[in-house]
């Protein structure tokens, strides 16, 4: 046996521990044939504690995971999963989360390399809990949940200003308010700030996808240019959807330059004339705005709606990735050398 892979001592007590790991993931892939990802994630969690705990109780290093992960894969060749670095992640999987029943509630709702992205990257256990919940809420991949992290989702939900409040009656107000956005990232658009709102537009339809992704979970698109025959004049709204939780219609106008007060008289006669001409008063309610700007004025905004009466909310919205988040994003190389690895190791659950 080469000598970095020694048998910690004493020989019995690694031994017995050894034979009962066995045992464990023996037991616990069978069950993963019912629950194959919550199953893994706690099989994981399992095994990080009892390297937490027989490291303390015996006294071995480092070494000992590497001593593991060579054992564990001799005995299941065909499983993947049980390199030294994916057990070290266990241990660390462990460490951050001690209470079994808050595995088991929350990250085992979510597949085991989004948990190893959560746990790289957010190092605050109630923003950790957080994401966990946003990812589950919204199913998102490891892709859209890594770009949610860096793009400081936490900091933007919720935070548009609004009349909903004093426009829409409770729980929905607060629902409203809760799920609206700014800024809204709309990096993976790769277009130059010099764009125009048509071809802004026309862009999140092509990536209608990742738009819905942004905008959160409940949007359904109604369409684009959405037309409205009113006494024979035709207007044009630039996105309409219907929110599933809010029962209602959202009207979205892209505003490619500063917020200006014109704005929410124009959103406010959309939103009227949606409640007459498209909704059903007797299933729908009320209809709400959001207007997207390049930038705003906070005391412009607060001004503007001050005497609106229909529900709206002003967000803006960018198109590429702020200077900071672009320094701290890896090397196409690195992240290359890092899905290398994840493959190698068994991302059973990766998507």
């Avoid at 993947?80 to 951050?96: D, H, V, W």
């Avoid at 808050?102 to 989004?114: D, S």
């Avoid at 996105?239 to 500063?258: P, Q, R």
């Avoid at 007797?282 to 412009?300: E, H, R």
Wanted: proline share 4%.
């Amino acid at each position: 046996m080469p000598k970095s892979l020694e048998t910690p001592s004493p020989i019995g007590n690694y031994s017995q521990w050894l034979t009962e790991l066995k045992a464990l993931i023996r037991s616990s892939r069978v069950k993963a044939s019912l629950a194959v990802n919550r199953e893994l994630v706690l099989l994981y969690w399992r095994i990080g504690s009892e390297i937490i705990a027989r490291q303390a109780q015996q006294g071995w290093g480092a070494k000992v995971i590497e001593q593991l992960a060579h054992d564990l894969r001799s005995e299941f060749p065909d499983m993947k999963g049980l390199s030294p670095r994916n057990l070290k992640y266990m241990r660390s999987f462990a460490e951050s989360w001690p209470d079994e029943a808050i595995v088991q509630q929350l990250a085992a709702q979510i597949p085991w390399f989004h948990n190893c992205v959560i746990l790289d990257k957010i190092k605050d256990p109630t923003l950790r809990q957080w994401y966990i919940q946003q990812t589950t809420a919204h199913g998102w991949s490891r892709a859209a949940l890594e770009y949610q992290i860096e793009t400081q989702l936490h900091t933007r939900l919720g935070q548009a200003q609004n009349n909903f409040a004093r426009t829409l009656p409770a729980p929905q107000s607060e629902l409203a308010r809760d799920l609206v956005k700014d800024p809204y990232a709309f990096d993976f658009l790769s277009l130059t700030d010099a764009v125009n709102e048509r071809s802004i537009e026309k862009a999140l339809i092509t990536h209608l996808r990742d738009f819905l992704i942004e905008l959160g979970v409940g949007f359904a698109f109604v369409g684009s240019q959405y037309k409205l025959d009113i006494e024979g004049d035709e207007f044009y709204i630039d996105l309409l959807f219907y929110h599933t939780k809010l029962h209602c219609y959202v009207v979205i106008e892209l505003k490619n330059t500063e917020f200006k007060f014109e704005y929410t008289g124009q959103l406010n006669g959309y939103l009227a004339a949606v409640d007459d001409l498209v909704r059903d008063a007797a299933v729908d309610l009320p209809t709400i705005g959001i207007i997207l700007c390049k930038s705003k004025k906070k005391t412009m905004v607060e001004y503007a709606l001050r005497g609106v009466d229909t529900p709206m909310g002003v967000s803006t919205f960018r198109t590429t990735l702020p200077h900071a988040v672009l320094g701290s994003l890896p090397s196409i190389e690195t992240l290359a050398e890092k899905l290398t690895l994840w493959d190698s190791e068994g991302d059973e659950l990766a998507q």
